[in-house]
């Protein structure tokens, strides 16, 4: 059994206005028909909340037909309600023993967590560099590193070429970012012959978390192809949900309004809603108490009144 993104959103919604505000609401209602996700409670106030993706791929069939299939493996006998959240980029495992390998080791990620943890599931996987120069200084990067590609260059002699492109979603640590650095700029120092790509082992993290209620296991993500024109969808769908969910939300008889979206992002601090919403008439979302986007696992205030 598959547990349900709309739970999955909820669940960190309330437990961050529980940290953040020292709100303990509770889901009262999962209404049906009237378009909202759920009504909840304090004991004193009620709160509306609509739970909506932010991306759709509807018409990737065979990939969402193989994370059911997926999901519902990874469910078997494993105690308690998980969700993984892919790196944007990331694919699934493909048949075979790749996918029994990467089941058995989701498996032992969500076993260690306790309800309401969060942690990592760590993919071996491999970087490539190779030596295009002797002269210069600049490393020419791809994939997950490239945002180090400045300071690698101001370290190396000579031009480089580094494909991290499996690598979608880095360490959370500093230290460990660091470190994988520094492996790269010292097997740059070593390499003498030009055009030969050398191996390099890195990692993927994708994240894991348990929830603190239910039964099943969620993989949240889109197939690659869908993230390919993202900021061109975002601001489209991000309008769409705004203007569809907040008249139903605002007609709400609660004494607060949250819209919740579910993003997928590397982080929850590199998404683009903050500012695709600042070119759009504020009369959309101020009126709603919380506008808030769970991605990676984490909840992000967006507007909050």
Request: charge should be negative.
């Amino acid at each position: 059994m598959a547990v349900d993104e709309q739970d999955l959103c909820l669940e960190l919604f309330l437990d961050w206005l529980a940290a953040t505000h020292a709100s303990q609401f509770r889901v009262d209602q999962r209404p049906s028909g009237e378009g909202l996700t759920a009504r909840c409670s304090d004991g004193q106030r009620t709160l509306a909340v609509e739970v909506r993706p932010l991306l759709t791929a509807p018409e990737y069939e065979v990939w969402e037909a193989y994370r059911r299939k997926l999901e519902g493996e990874i469910a078997a006998d494993l105690p308690g309600a998980f969700a993984l959240w892919v790196p944007p980029g990331a694919d699934l495992p493909g048949e075979g023993d790749a996918a029994e390998g990467f089941r058995q080791h989701v498996r032992q990620a969500a076993l260690a967590l306790q309800p309401g943890e969060r942690g990592s599931l760590r993919l071996s996987v491999q970087i490539r560099l190779r030596k295009t120069d002797t002269e210069g200084g600049l490393m020419s990067v791809v994939g997950g590193l490239s945002r180090y590609w400045a300071g690698m260059s101001e370290r190396v002699r000579g031009a480089f070429d580094l494909d991290a492109n499996a690598v979608h979603r880095l360490p959370e640590s500093e230290e460990e970012r660091v470190a994988l650095v520094e492996r790269v700029v010292q097997e740059a120092g070593r390499l003498t012959e030009l055009r030969q790509w050398v191996d390099l082992p890195a990692e993927d993290v994708w994240t894991i978390q348990r929830l603190r209620q239910g039964q099943g296991f969620r993989i949240v993500g889109l197939p690659p192809q869908a993230l390919s024109d993202i900021d061109i969808a975002v601001r489209r769908n991000l309008r769409r949900i705004l203007t569809d969910a907040g008249p139903r939300l605002l007609a709400a008889e609660a004494d607060l309004k949250a819209l919740l979206i579910l993003g997928f992002y590397d982080s929850a601090e590199e998404e683009n809603v903050s500012t695709s919403l600042r070119g759009f008439d504020p009369s959309l979302y101020t009126s709603l108490d919380f506008v808030c986007l769970a991605a990676d696992g984490r909840l992000k205030p967006i507007v909050e009144r």
